[in-house]
């Protein structure tokens, strides 16, 4: 059983007068115990569409238009907001892109750690902190109970990032939603978040979500891939099948552009032509056909569904008209 | 074997932080500390490390944006560090820099037309509006932009604004100053092939700065990485990236995401403090054969 | 522009609206006022003293807003001051600006020493009272219309070197800045052409405010003859005269007092507007 259900959620902006559509209407689901990938270059919705379950889009300038986010039998959308802040930090954990703007300057690591443990567990404070120390030496951070009564700056981006990590699973949610947590780190500190991320997981049997414009940490961390453009799901799939046998041109198209190895003489790197559309005035049909070599005429007028793909392994979606494979042969 | 257009010797610069208005400053950061290189004319040579490890200090320095506490940067033969500002002048049109964020790199006020054509008019070269429509197009921008404020483009046109400027007096060396870091990752390989093609056109030697160590690899000829203000392994790429001697390198290769699953599912990682490592006393570059260096100590 | 003026309309924006508005119909009435076939401000009629405010206003020869102790017509006083006043605050507003945003740019870009000098200047006469600096000069100078101007541009100038300072710290480190430097522009060409227009709106800001200040000031000064002389009419000498009869003849000087708060008033609410408008944007940049 799904985990998570998203159902037809649909978000719009409203900016100077004008209203865009950000997130037309989407649809997909997260089964327990699943690591579901979503990438999708900026503006594409992945933010957006976390807050908005969550209960945290910014209302106005954000709108949410319908739809329904189903989290263990109950709808995020329709949930009270003092339900929601129960869950929030409880049984569903966030970690987001920047560790500084997310953490507290003037509260002490120690108290920002405790502070869900005691509300959502009903920890005393003497608990909560020795909970949190487990919890740093648990994220990888040597001599937790020294560093409890420490403030935010005096750690570094990578270690920021793991202390936003030991708050998000401090109550061992069942859920976690990270939106670009390694984005701003270097590789090698990245590599440690990964690993250590993946090892958490599996210890804690989480289920998570993990948004990241890089197709190589999804690579590594996902079992599922779903590629968004514009606010739509343009491919979903086991990773195995998506990064082997792409269906939609805009994967294809990503993982193309990435370079293998060193250049071969004269060669270039295959790359998408234009850039993304304005969502205040989206192209009509597929907001990808625009950009894309194998549009086919439809593609510019009506956009495609997501829909099964035939001859590939089960949960292998693509929302196209055309057929890649036959297009690429 | 012909000589390098750009040569960077001992470079130095450290900053010093926490001082009051006696005392002596409380710390020193060494942005940059004894770093040195060769760049041949037409070579792309990458430069990698972590934040924070001293390579903007480097291509700021380099070109003259600021001055080092010790160390020379000699251009075709000439030491730009003993210039006077108007002396360097006639070098300024020769190496040209671009930058990271595209953001904060164009004048807000200023019309993207304007910012192209104003190197032109600084060294009194050609400079009518064919010459800067003609850079727009090298760059594969419409010249009927020319008119526009930068807070009409996205990030990847901006960033080709910016180089439209860079190049806008026909240089031999380019700093690119992790110049698709804050792009999109479907635009970042347009501005790869813009460099490339530049390169191929203008015979451009490049300093590229980045963080992307796939990237680095397919672009750059050799590669430099650096930690905390020193080079610590240098070579042709293919030799540093096949054969990693310094334990930082071997890290920070291990490291880096491949779009491919199952050689994701595999990878062991290496662990390396970059903030705890100390450097061996009396470490320098020593070559291993190649044109391969590696930061050892005395012993090794 | 556009978008200043969108901004404006919105529901958000009618107190600036309103400012902006009150002012251009100041501004309008100073200029044109010669034109409206008023009586003229300076002619003394002994017969027609302290004559009360009517509101018969067509008739010929009535004083809307009464006379004064010599029986001068107050409306067109208070139109030919607002011509001294805003001209005497707009050229000081001018004159503080254009020296306080060169000396900003100047101490901002250039730093050590220039900047130690120019803003320890600034500190200590921050720490001066205005008046009393106004008082000393002019009545080291003597009082005429262009010391006036002058002492009013003195005062000022500091507020704008000083924002103007900070912007210009933070603009100098930005990417195209340092292009600029890296394509071999001259210091001139980097301050005309790549700072000052980044800096200019927060100097714009403070002028309104300081435009508000300065028209006060102008007024006390005059208030205490210091400013403008007699026979030319402004709101400062008028409220100085109109004291003595604030019990027999109310509306001397209650009327001036009246038009000085509303364009302190318009001023005030533009420029708040203003600094609103432009400050959120300024924190972020
Ligand atoms: N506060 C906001 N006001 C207006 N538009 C917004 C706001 N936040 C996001 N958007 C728009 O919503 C769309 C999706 O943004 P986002 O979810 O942040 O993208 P991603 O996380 O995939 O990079 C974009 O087109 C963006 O411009
Ligand atoms: N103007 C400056 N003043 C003080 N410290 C600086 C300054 N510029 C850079 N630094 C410091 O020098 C080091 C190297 O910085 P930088 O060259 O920007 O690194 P990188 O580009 O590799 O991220 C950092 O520790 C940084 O904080
Ligand atoms: S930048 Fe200034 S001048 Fe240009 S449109 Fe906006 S408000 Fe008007
Ligand atoms: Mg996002
Ligand atoms: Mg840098």
């Known amino acids: 059983m799904a985990l998570l259900a998203i159902e037809d959620l649909s978000v719009g902006f409203a900016r100077e007068g004008r209203f865009a559509r950000v997130i037309p209407g989407l649809t997909y689901g997260v089964e327990a115990g699943e690591t579901l990938g979503i990438v999708g270059e900026s503006g594409s919705g992945k933010s957006v569409h976390a807050l908005a379950l969550l209960g945290l889009l910014p209302q106005p300038p954000g709108r949410i ?124 500190v990245q590599g440690q978040i990964l690993d250590l991320m993946a090892e958490l997981r599996d210890r804690l049997r989480m289920t998570m979500v993990w948004i990241t414009h890089d197709m190589g940490v999804v690579a590594g961390i996902a079992d599922t891939i779903q590629v968004m453009y514009a606010g739509r799901i343009m491919e979903r799939g086991p990773v195995d099948a998506v990064f082997a046998n792409p269906r939609s041109a805009y994967t294809y198209g990503l993982l193309q552009s990435l370079p293998h190895g060193s250049r071969p003489p004269g060669g270039r790197l295959m790359q998408i032509p234009g850039c993304p559309p304005d969502m205040f005035a989206p192209p009509p049909g597929d907001p990808f056909a625009p950009r894309n070599p194998f549009a086919t005429p439809r593609c510019h007028v009506e956009a495609p569904p997501l829909r099964p793909v035939p001859d590939s392994v089960p949960g292998h979606m693509v929302a196209a008209w055309y057929d890649l494979p036959r297009l690429l042969a | 074997m012909t000589a390098p257009l750009l040569r960077v010797e001992g470079l130095r610069r450290h900053y010093a932080s926490g001082g009051g208005l006696f005392g002596r400053a409380r710390y020193v950061t060494r942005a940059v500390d004894d770093v040195s290189f060769d760049v041949m004319p037409g070579e792309t040579l990458g430069l990698v490390g972590e934040s924070g490890s001293g390579k903007s200090t480097t ?216 903030g705890g490592y100390a450097f061996p006393p009396a470490a320098a570059l020593r070559d291993l054969g190649g044109g391969h260096f590696v930061l050892m100590g005395e012993a090794a | 522009m556009r978008e200043v003026w969108r901004a404006l309309t919105r529901r958000s924006g009618w107190l600036g609206l309103l400012g902006a508005t009150l002012l251009v119909v100041l501004v309008l009435l100073a200029i044109f006022g010669p034109w409206l076939d008023l009586p003229d401000p300076t002619r003394t009629n002994l017969r027609a003293r302290m004559v009360a405010p009517t509101l018969s206003w067509f008739s010929l020869g009535a004083h809307p807003l009464g006379t004064d102790q010599l029986g001068r017509d107050i409306l067109s006083r208070i139109i030919a001051g607002s011509r001294v006043t805003l001209m005497v605050a707009g050229a000081a507003v001018l004159l503080g600006g254009v020296l306080g945003t060169l000396l900003g740019l100047i101490s901002g870009y250039f730093g050590g020493w220039v900047d130690r000098i120019l803003m320890r200047l600034v500190d200590i006469q921050l720490a001066l009272p205005l008046m009393l600096l106004a008082l000393m000069v002019v009545a080291a100078l003597g009082p005429s219309l262009r010391n006036l101007v002058g002492v009013l541009a003195l005062v000022s100038w500091v507020r704008y070197a000083r924002i103007v300072r900070g912007q210009v710290l933070a603009v100098r480190e930005r990417e195209f800045v340092q292009s600029a430097r890296a394509i071999g522009a001259s210091h001139p060409r980097i301050i005309l052409r790549h700072i000052l227009p ?87 940049r």
């Open chain 1, 65 to 188: 238009l319908g739809g329904r986010a189903v989290f263990d039998g109950h709808d995020l959308l329709a949930m009270s907001e003092a339900r929601l802040r129960d869950l929030r930090g409880g049984r569903i954990g966030m970690i987001f892109q920047d560790p500084m703007t997310a953490l507290n300057p003037v509260l002490t690591i120690g108290r920002q750690i405790a502070e869900p443990l005691m509300r959502h567990k009903a920890m005393s404070m003497r608990q909560a902190l020795d909970r949190a120390a487990d919890l740093l030496a648990l994220v990888g951070i040597r001599d937790g109970a020294r560093r409890l009564s420490q403030y935010p700056h005096e750690f570094s981006g990578g270690m920021r990032q793991r202390v936003m990590i030991a708050i998000a699973i401090s109550c061992e949610p069942a859920l976690l939603i990270a939106d670009e947590p390694t984005t701003a780190l270097d590789v090698t």
């Open chain 2, 59 to 274: 291509g700021r320095l380099v070109m003259g944006l600021e001055e080092p506490d010790a160390g020379r940067v000699v251009f075709d033969g000439t030491d730009l560090t003993s210039l006077s500002s108007s002396q360097r002048k006639p070098f300024r049109r020769r190496m040209q820099i671009v930058f990271q964020d595209p953001y904060a790199a164009l004048n807000p006020r200023m019309r993207v037309g304007d910012f192209v054509q104003e190197p032109l008019l600084v060294h009194g070269a050609e400079a009518g509006p064919d010459r800067v429509a003609a850079l727009f197009r090298t760059v594969g921008l419409d010249p009927a932009f020319m008119q526009r404020y930068p807070h009409e483009f996205s990030g990847g046109q901006r960033q080709r604004i910016g180089i439209a400027r860079a190049i806008a007096l026909r240089p031999q060396f380019l700093v690119a100053d992790e110049p698709i870091t804050a792009l999109d990752v479907s635009i970042q390989a347009q501005i790869v092939n813009l460099f490339q093609d530049l390169q191929e056109s203008m015979g451009l030697a490049l300093l590229f700065i980045a963080h992307d160590l796939s990237m680095v690899r397919y672009l750059c000829s050799r590669v430099a990485v650096m930690l905390r203000g020193r080079i610590v392994e240098m070579g042709p790429t293919e030799a540093v990236f096949g054969d990693a001697r310094h334990p930082y390198t071997q890290a920070l290769l291990s490291a880096v995401p491949i779009p491919d699953p199952a050689h994701e599912r595999g990878r062991k990682r290496l662990a390396f403090d970059a």
């Open chain 3, 198 to 284: 980044n800096v200019l709106t927060p100097a714009l800001v403070v002028a309104t405010l300081e435009l508000a200040r300065v028209i006060v000031l102008e007024a006390g000064l005059s208030f205490l003859g210091l400013g403008i002389q007699p026979p030319d009419p402004s709101w400062g000498r008028m409220l100085a005269d109109g004291r003595t009869y604030i019990s027999s003849a109310w509306w001397i000087i209650t009327f001036p007092g009246l038009a000085l708060m509303l364009t302190v008033l318009a001023v005030n609410l533009l420029g708040d507007w203003l600094r609103d408008f432009f400050d959120p944007r300024l924190a972020v």
